[in-house]
């Protein structure tokens, strides 16, 4: 981390954690919310956690997030950066897992209401989506593939091979849609991504049926490998984005194979800390 002045240690922060159910705290209550923000104002920051979201029985001090429980990174059957995708999965019916999207809670998020157009507050988007994105097997709609495709329901066999492109361009066009909202707002956001964790076959439980099969791991992978890349853009006029490495913070200290435990959540949090600290100084 780069050193901060003693200025610095009272800086206004106004954060917005987005998210799907990890976000939420699926897995421990507060989940790397409650020990990100003891840490920020541990250490002196001004810190006001952001969103529309509040999840019953949290214990943390700053209880706003905008989370959802089962979102994706657009919803499945939209159209998002012009291409239509679909859903693999064959356990829910012919149209294959169809989920909401955090694109169409944009508009709603990325405004005056949550962030400030103050000088002296930087805005923080603290962005981890794509999990429901692999797990659900979204991929393009092209090259044979159909809603529900995954024959045999295992993961394996049909477009799996697609997921981590289809995902990675499903998130560039969500940035997208943040940083047009950011220059509708007039507002200037730091922009932090973060990898997902891993899962494992801990997740595919018969109340579930989710296959997990090594191809979708590896593209998960992928994915995260793509992340890792992401740079700040010429296209982007209002936003900035870097990224941070939560896979690797988690590990496998997962309560389910998918949601990190308590453990796992503190790791998480003192990455997303590294990550806020790099693009404040």
Do not use: C
């Amino acid at each position: 981390m780069k050193k901060r002045s003693a200025n610095a240690q009272r800086q206004k922060l106004r954060i917005m954690p987005m998210g799907d159910s990890i976000t939420e705290g699926v897995g421990a209550p507060g989940g790397y919310r409650r020990p990100l923000v003891d840490a920020l104002t541990g250490r002196g920051y001004d810190v006001d956690f952001v969103g529309s979201k509040r999840t019953s029985g949290d214990p943390t001090r700053e209880p706003h997030h905008w989370g959802i429980s089962g979102v994706g990174i657009s919803a499945t059957d939209a159209i998002i950066g012009e291409r239509r995708y679909v859903s693999l999965q064959a356990n829910e019916g012919p149209n294959g897992a169809v989920r909401k999207g955090l694109l169409s809670e944009i508009p709603k998020a990325i405004s005056t209401t949550y962030f400030s157009r103050d000088r002296n507050t930087t805005n923080v988007l603290l962005l981890m989506a794509g999990t429901n994105d692999v797990v659900h097997q979204v991929v393009e709609r092209k090259g044979g593939a159909v809603p529900a495709g995954d024959v045999g329901n295992d993961g394996r066999g049909e477009q799996q091979g697609t997921i981590a492109a289809a995902t990675i361009d499903r998130l560039q066009a969500l940035l997208k849609a943040v940083d047009g909202r950011a220059k509708a707002a007039a507002l200037k956001l730091k922009v932090i991504v973060g990898t997902i964790p891993t899962f494992t076959n801990d997740w595919n439980q018969p109340t579930l049926r989710d296959p997990i099969s090594p191809e979708m791991v590896e593209q998960a992978s992928r994915y995260n490998e793509r992340i890792l890349a992401l740079r700040s853009r010429k296209g982007y006029t209002n936003i900035s984005v870097s990224s941070v490495d939560l896979n690797r913070a988690v590990g496998l200290n997962l309560v389910d194979g998918l949601h990190p435990n308590a453990e796992g959540y503190k790791a998480m949090a003192q990455t997303w800390l590294g990550g806020i600290e790099q693009v404040l100084f």
